[in-house]
């Protein structure tokens, strides 16, 4: 075998090594940054340039096995044991960009799942004042209904107030002449003064009510 074969293989690992020292270098600053998806092209030509000192290395090691001499044989033990630090920390450099990678996809998971809850909560809250709204509708629905009953009612005993006024002043003209109708007379009296406390507690009601109603708006 020829020294010059045994030189030339030498350079060719000095090259590839030069050449992956300028890759990690890179790899690092890449590594140390946010993830923007450039890292796969640079582990594709680190990996190829591993591989390429690879068999380099192994076709020394042939040179070697065939009768090389011991300073040959040093030479490789430097070269494979370069090829080992470069190869370790390639893959350490590799384990720590995918534990950063997954940290961020699950942060960006957990934004997500934040802003998936947030939209959720302002949907049940505007739910929730809906049915608080027609709640309120329904409730103001009833109120009027109450005080339109109570209207009516409140205009009917008018009106019957209206005609036991009639009847008793009709009365109170031939009780002075039918001394027996005192007793029917003081009778019509006392239902007057109960429509009267009667009327009273319906316009109580119904200016309650009203008072309910206002606020209700």
């Known amino acids: ?63 070697v096995s065939s009768g090389g001499s011991e300073v040959l044989s040093h030479t490789l033990t430097r070269h494979m044991e370069i090829l080992q630090d470069l190869t370790q920390e390639f893959y350490r450099l590799r384990s720590s960009l995918r534990v950063k990678q997954q940290h961020a996809s699950l942060l960006d998971l957990r934004d997500f799942d934040r802003a998936k809850f947030d939209v959720e909560e302002s949907g049940d809250s505007e739910q929730a004042l809906l049915r608080e709204q027609a709640a309120i509708n329904r409730n103001s629905g009833q109120v009027d209904t109450v005080i339109s009953q109570a209207q009516a009612t409140l205009g009917a005993l008018m009106s019957q107030r209206s005609t036991f006024g009639g009847i008793t002043t009709k009365i109170s003209n031939v009780s002075s002449r039918i001394p027996t109708i005192n007793h029917i007379l003081a009778s019509i009296r006392r239902k007057k003064s109960m429509d009267t406390i009667i009327l009273s507690l319906v316009a109580s009601v119904c200016a309650f009510l009203m008072f309910i109603y206002w606020l209700s708006k």
């Open 1 to 63: 075998m020829e020294a010059s074969s045994w030189d030339a293989l030498r350079k060719q690992a000095r090259r590839l090594e030069a050449q992956l020292d300028d890759q990690m270098i890179a790899y690092r600053k890449l590594v140390s940054m946010k993830s923007d998806g450039s890292e796969n092209d640079i582990e594709t030509d680190i990996e190829r340039s591993l591989k390429q000192l690879q068999q380099v290395n192994s076709q020394m090691q042939t040179w």
